[in-house]
């Protein structure tokens, strides 16, 4: 079974610092890919970013990018320049399913991270 | 606004009564879910519809049941609540895998259900 693991409960970063937040993983689907939300206190579902296990280079957008290392199934989120608005608490995710195009699938998410962004 | 609504926001339900969560999406998308989230566990999946016309279990299906009204249209319901169904819940769409898919899932704002 497919399975989404982050170690970290909390975290603290300093304001304008970079952090990274864990993620693991476990599959044996040759296809899959991984995405990260954010949920700030309001409680919506923000989407981050995506990484196909395909993809040959780390996936950015903007301030965030993904390191993914395939042999260790990892797939880290780095936020460069920490604002406060990024207190939050962020979810990695594993597509399940989708393997073909047009195909249905579902994600999997792990525990989360609450991040809090110090002044 | 386009997107994936949920009535109720929040719902406070005593021991043994029934409720049904809504969700509906004009985004035309063929794919629509329940999640609950509780401190700690994430977001799990209670069921989902693939697309109009099939509902499938998900990891925490017990106490649930769903109904796939049409293609916008996903409904969630209790039977008979219990203390451990009080969580948030989730809604959400998705396209079908393919190139727009890279964003994943649109969610609705969640329902904060309480049972006493």
């Known amino acids: 079974a497919q399975k989404i693991t982050q170690t970290q409960p909390g975290m603290f970063v300093q304001e304008k610092e970079a952090v990274t937040l864990d993620c693991t993983y476990d599959?044996?689907?040759?296809?899959?890919?991984l995405f990260w939300y954010k949920q700030p206190s309001s409680g919506e579902m923000i989407f981050l970013i995506y990484q196909g296990s395909y993809d040959q280079q780390n996936a950015t957008e903007g301030r965030y990018s993904l390191n993914f290392q395939k042999a260790r199934k990892s797939a880290n989120l780095v936020i460069s320049a920490s604002q406060l608005g990024d207190s939050a608490m962020y979810f990695c995710a594993m597509r399940e399913g989708g393997a073909l195009m047009d195909s249905s699938y579902k994600l999997i998410f792990g525990s989360g991270t609450r991040l809090l962004v110090r002044p | 606004n386009a997107g994936v609504t949920q009535t109720p926001k929040f719902q406070v339900l005593k021991t043994g009564q029934s409720m049904t969560l809504q969700c509906a999406q004009d985004?035309?998308?063929?794919?629509m879910y329940w999640y609950r989230q509780d401190p700690g566990m994430g977001l799990r999946l209670i069921y989902y519809s693939a697309s109009e016309g099939t509902t499938d279990k998900g990891e925490v299906p017990n106490g649930y049941n769903v109904s796939r009204l049409n293609k916008r249209e996903f409904s969630l319901r209790l039977e008979s609540a219990a203390p451990s169904q009080t969580s948030v819940y989730f809604c959400a769409s998705s396209v079908l895998w393919g190139a727009l898919a890279n964003y994943g899932y649109t969610f609705g704002s969640g329902t904060r259900l309480t049972v006493v």
């Open positions: 599959t044996s689907d040759p296809s899959y890919g």
């Open positions: 985004m035309n998308h063929n794919s």
